[in-house]
């Protein structure tokens, strides 16, 4: 449960400041470049503490730093409602406000995931569905809540839902402070980083990962912006049928995988999510008719379902030995996707003019680039056969 609530805390940080994408950018002026280097600046600091917990987790152990992942969290949200206000730029306010719940988010997605495969129990691949099913959850709450109390409140009030939200990881602090923790480490079997990066089948499954990760982000970051923007719904409507609904469809989806997951031969089965995936986006950028475009947004959210937990539990099955350190690189791999396709989307968009959709056509070329990878990932496992 503390692990859940975990990876709800990641849904916070990662999905409440891009529903006030519009209003950083018609409030504070800030253009929509810029808007997508903040989700950038929020994986690249995920990305630098993966690569840094891959090194000092397996010898710390799991509580102090998913404790302290969870202070992080709660106190990036809370400097989010106050420093765009003290400091000379409202943009850099928001930015070191990022950059402190960015530390929480990268250790959180390092060590959730370990956590949760270290628990008891038979069935890793059902379990760690459900563990990222909670994310989903996690960013329809976000999304649902937000907008009822910007909805009821006024959208000045992001502020103070900002705090409100910050409560959840604060929570959490006291939670992990009382859980028992296995390791995965305990048996000193595991590889060593040095041995990961040797493998020719582990730098496949990163490239699978950062696609993974850009092809969820790419559209989760940009569907409330893509629906207000580029679609010309209100904000409440662009919001629920946004990324809520791409949320509640992700979240549906790897509830489904986690029931059914085991009797699928994953690479086949990432691929079909792949090419739904490139559909889901030509859908949602090329429609003239905007409830179809909500619809490619949603399909985007049943297609990318399985990519994350998915690769998770192929990188378990095909290297056993991987233990923490491949986790946390695998997790550094994909915040790698996280980061870069909602900037590309985001870039692209202005240099097209503000043009969101042509942004959003953009992003599919990283499932794309997954089916190579997961074309790569079978010849590579069947040469070794």
């Known amino acids: 449960m503390a692990s859940y609530i975990g990876y709800i805390t990641q849904a916070i940080v990662n999905n409440f400041a891009p529903l006030l994408f519009v209003t950083f950018h018609t409030v504070y002026g800030i253009?929509?470049?810029?808007?997508?280097?903040?989700?950038?600046?929020?994986?690249?600091?995920?990305?630098?503490?993966?690569?840094?917990?891959?090194?000092?987790?397996?010898?710390?152990?799991?509580?102090?730093?998913?404790?302290?992942?969870?202070?992080?969290?709660?106190?990036?949200?809370?400097?989010?409602?106050?420093?765009?206000?003290?400091?000379?730029?409202?943009?850099?306010?928001?930015?070191?406000?990022?950059?402190?719940?960015?530390?929480?988010?990268?250790?959180?997605?390092?060590?959730?995931?370990?956590?949760?495969?270290?628990?008891?129990?038979?069935?890793?691949?059902?379990?760690?569905?459900?563990?990222?099913?909670?994310?989903?959850?996690?960013?329809?709450?976000?999304?649902?809540?937000?907008?009822?109390?910007?909805?009821?409140l006024g959208i000045d009030s992001w502020k103070i839902v900002a705090c409100l939200w910050a409560l959840i990881p604060l929570f959490n602090v006291f939670y992990f402070a009382l859980v028992p923790l296995n390791t995965l480490d305990g048996e000193g079997k595991t590889m060593s980083v040095s041995e990961l990066l040797k493998s020719k089948i582990f730098w496949i499954l990163a490239l699978i990962m950062v696609c993974s990760g850009a092809s969820e982000l790419s559209m989760s970051q940009w569907a409330s912006a893509f629906a207000e923007k580029g679609l010309g719904v209100s904000k409440t409507i662009g919001d629920l049928?946004?990324?809520?609904?791409?949320?509640?469809?992700?979240?549906?989806?790897?509830?489904?995988?986690a029931k059914f997951g085991g009797r699928i031969d994953l690479t086949k089965y990432l691929g079909g999510c792949a090419v739904l995936c490139i559909f889901s986006?030509?859908?949602?950028?090329?429609?003239?008719?905007?409830?179809?475009?909500?619809?490619g947004c949603g399909i985007c959210g049943i297609s990318v379902a399985a990519m994350w937990p998915g690769t998770f539990s192929l990188a378990s099955e095909k290297c056993p030995r991987g233990g923490t350190a491949m986790f946390a690189l695998l997790a550094l791999a994909g915040d790698t996707g996280c980061a870069s396709g909602p900037y590309i989307v985001g870039a692209v968009s202005s240099v097209l003019g503000d043009n969101i959709s042509l942004g959003l056509l953009s992003a599919a070329a990283f499932p794309i680039l997954m089916i190579v990878g997961l074309i790569l990932c079978r010849a590579v496992i069947k040469n070794k056969k």
């Open 31 to 152: 253009p929509l470049g810029q808007i997508g280097l903040l989700v950038s600046i929020n994986f690249i600091i995920q990305i630098t503490v993966d690569l840094i917990a891959a090194k000092f987790v397996s010898k710390t152990g799991y509580r102090i730093p998913i404790i302290a992942a969870h202070i992080f969290a709660a106190c990036g949200l809370v400097s989010l409602a106050i420093l765009p206000d003290l400091m000379p730029s409202a943009y850099a306010g928001i930015a070191v406000s990022v950059m402190i719940y960015g530390i929480g988010g990268g250790l959180i997605e390092v060590l959730i995931s370990p956590i949760v495969e270290a628990c008891p129990g038979d069935d890793k691949k059902a379990a760690m569905s459900i563990l990222h099913s909670f994310y989903c959850w996690g960013s329809v709450a976000v999304v649902a809540l937000s907008t009822l109390l910007f909805s009821v």
């Open 241 to 257: 049928a946004g990324p809520c609904f791409f949320a509640v469809l992700m979240g549906s989806s790897r509830i489904f995988h």
């Open 281 to 295: 986006y030509l859908l949602a950028s090329l429609s003239p008719i905007p409830i179809i475009s909500l619809l």
